[in-house]
């Protein structure tokens, strides 16, 4: 369930849909709220117009049959007083309900007493501030009230009031209250109708919107899918077209882009082979002339004693450029293998910090010859790692030669730092040093940074490459940090167990003696 939610929460799709439905949210709900609004003040406005009407015709009545009855006896003036609430308050199937409510006015100090409201009415509905509005008005006063009853029931109400005279009684304040439970029950079946309609609308946009978002969405979808299939490697993959619209057009421009890139790509991979199997196969025929020549050189350098010196010199340039030659073979069948993908790890457990010892130690001879000298500093006497011995050192001797090829005759320090998991070997040399150009470079294959320098020195150009290439076959990091002429600094970063990855970096890559 979470799997599908979060699929189709990162769908395009869903997104669409949802964002459509919550923009169409806030506009039904403001529709629909001002569409209330105006129904409610609209049914309202009749409703209090058609009350006041009735009121004031009500109240006018009364006022005059209590002008007629002037000088009449009580008993006449009470009967006059039932007739106007029996009349007042008999309503019709169709009509709300209606009270009629009398109150002394304050002040009035007359013996007989008319207060009454109809039906139990409770007359504290009518409220003083609404009383003292009336008592100060010549005309009809209204105002939207509740209609509470004495048994405790209550409902919402309009009161209109209006001063009368109450023969043999004084002033009176008379007070036709009507319910509004038929004009609420209708507002309540208007918000329910709209709440129905607007929930319909959303359910129809958002079905519409599917439709829509489907017809643009599932071309897409498959040109994904198709794109998915390309990384994978499967390129006979296509889409399909069955209409002229934009959709299509795209379709048409996305097949002729995978015919195109199918065709770039085999090309390519022919190309490849073919450039592998010429650097494997020039290597491989190599070997045979040059054994050849390598027992020739070793018979005429035998005898260089009695040549000429000039002679005997040329002996010596044809045996080292020979090594040379052969150091480049085999560097290129190790590229070769590379390229092919066929280059495998044959690990084994061994101390890694008498691995650098040793290199250091073969190497020393040459970098005596070049007047400088190698330090090995280990965090801890012996760690133990799982990895190809044979690969492992050659990054050693790859970046201790380069080192003493550029060290310009000053020291060269080899750190090496080791956590549970990883263990980092730094080669830092102060040298001529890198710029920041030939740091995008230094890894590349048959570049040099001074190509003079380096031939004089017997370098193939392939040793840092191929020196990165086993980092990588490891899991492993190589990284190269250089200022001209403050040196520079290689950290080779590799998991202690083979085929995991490492952590973290154990030593920084640019130097802790560095000062910009």
Known sequence: MNRFFWKARNSLAFKVIISTVILSLGVVWITGSALNSRLSSGIKEVNLNSAIVEARSTIFTADYRFLLAQGEKDEVVQKVVDDVISSATTITSNENTREVVFLRSPGNTMVKNYEIASNFLDPETISKSFSERVRKSNDTVWQYTTMRYIQGTSVAGLAIGQKVQIPGAGQYEMYIVFSLANEEKTLNLINSYLIIAGMILLLLISLITWVVVRQVVKPVSEAARIAAEFTSGDFRQRMKVDSQDEISRLGHAFNEMAESLEQQI???????????????????????PLTTLRMASEVISASRENFDPTVARSTELLVAQLDRFERLLEDLLEVSRFDAEVAIL?????????????CAEDLALVAKERKTQIFVKSSEPAIMIKADIRRVERILRNLMANAIDHSEEIQIDVQIEASESDVAIGVRDYGIGLDENSLTRVFDRFWRADPSRARTRGGTGLGLSIALEDARLHNGELEAWGRPGRGAHFVVTLPRKTWESIDRRLIPLQPEDYRP
Do not use: G, K
């Open 346 to 358: 044959e690990a084994v457990d061994f101390d890694i910090v008498q691995l650098v010892n040793r």
């Open 266 to 288: 085999a090309r390519l991979e022919n190309l490849s082979r073919v450039q592998q199997r010429f650097v494997s196969d020039v290597s491989h025929e190599l070997r045979t």
